[in-house]
């Protein structure tokens, strides 16, 4: 019976070195989080993007040197973090990274973590690595800002879905706060708790915006993403949910007609319209002319009732360019 207590006790924390222990005590008791895997499991990398280096250039954040680098310390730095059963080589990350350097000059760091979040994992396995990819994180932003004496209020971090999260955590791990942080669609299975420390929330930076098209309260509802506000400024485009060209897929002849009018489209795009849709909306405004307005408003319904019109010529702008 000693020996049993003793392993029980063993497997509630897990310690990987300079990354620290993760345990799952609460809150990370969730039923939809297990215990981060090792990162060597994991896999963690990290590609360097920059106008100069659009062939990318790989960076290890236990060897990087002034040096050895095409990384410009003058110019503003953006990382991009996929969610669950993605690569940091997906379509979309790339089209993002494109469309921000088009904006200006900078450094786009994208956060390939594949290993850790592959469909071979079970959801709840991908929601524990977060943990772990959120502290490799925190530690490659920390090299930086040794390294080129980097300023962290001019790093961005761009996180889709279970890499919303991912963001999060890295935010809070570090010694001062990053500027920006932008959630798309933070994934709710697993972090729809009250305690800020186990998702994104507006400490991780000194500015969270947070864009919700996937919101909602449990799986009943089809829904992936959030509900509840997690950002200093959060986004509900039609309501946070139900997204222009989404539709739902009732049975197998819907999935068939999907695929057949959708061949070159990411097999997550037919399941999770509404959660991927984000992307579509933040990319589009890196460099759009037309402006995403939005205003406050209670809910869905008082604005379809023209209850919340108005904002004093003060209309936040959702995308790129919003502002605290």
Request: hydrophobic share 40%.
């Amino acid at each position: 019976l000693m020996v049993l207590s003793l392993y029980l006790i063993s497997t509630d924390t897990v310690c990987y070195g300079d990354y620290g222990c993760f345990s799952s005590a609460p809150p990370f008791d969730c039923l939809y989080m297990e215990l981060p895997q090792t990162p060597l499991e994991i896999a963690t990398s990290f590609t360097l993007f920059t106008p100069e280096m659009q062939a990318g250039e790989r960076l290890d954040p236990k060897r990087l040197a002034r040096n050895s680098t095409a990384f410009r310390g003058d110019r503003k730095l953006v990382l991009i973090i996929h969610g669950f059963m993605q690569s940091g080589n997906v379509s979309w990350i790339r089209v993002m990274r494109d469309e921000l350097l088009k904006r200006e000059p900078m450094n786009v760091i994208t956060v390939d973590w594949q290993s850790g979040a592959d469909g071979l994992n079970l959801y709840h396995v991908a929601a524990g690595n977060t943990r772990v990819v959120g502290a490799q994180l925190a530690e490659l932003i920390t090299t930086i800002q040794r390294v080129f004496d980097f300023d962290l209020r001019r790093v961005h971090l761009i996180g889709h879905s279970l890499g919303a999260h991912v963001a999060g955590y890295a935010g809070e791990r570090l010694s001062g706060k990053v500027g920006r942080i932008t959630g798309l669609d933070p994934a709710r299975p697993g972090f729809d708790v009250s305690h800020a420390a186990v998702r994104l929330d507006p400490s991780d930076a000194l500015f969270v915006d947070v864009i919700h098209t996937d919101a909602g309260t449990n799986f009943l509802e089809g829904s992936l993403g959030l509900s509840r506000p997690c950002g200093n400024l959060d986004f509900y485009p039609n309501g946070g949910k139900s997204q222009p060209g989404c539709t739902y897929i009732r049975n197998v002849q819907d999935v068939l007609a999907k695929i057949r009018s959708m061949r070159n489209v990411p097999i997550a795009w037919l399941f999770a319209c509404d959660h991927m849709k984000v992307i579509n909306f933040f990319t589009e405004s890196i460099n759009s002319a037309c402006a995403n307005l939005a205003m406050p408003c209670d809910s869905w319904e008082d604005f379809k009732e023209a209850r919340c019109f108005g904002c004093n010529g003060a209309c936040a702008r959702m995308g790129y360019d919003a502002d605290q």
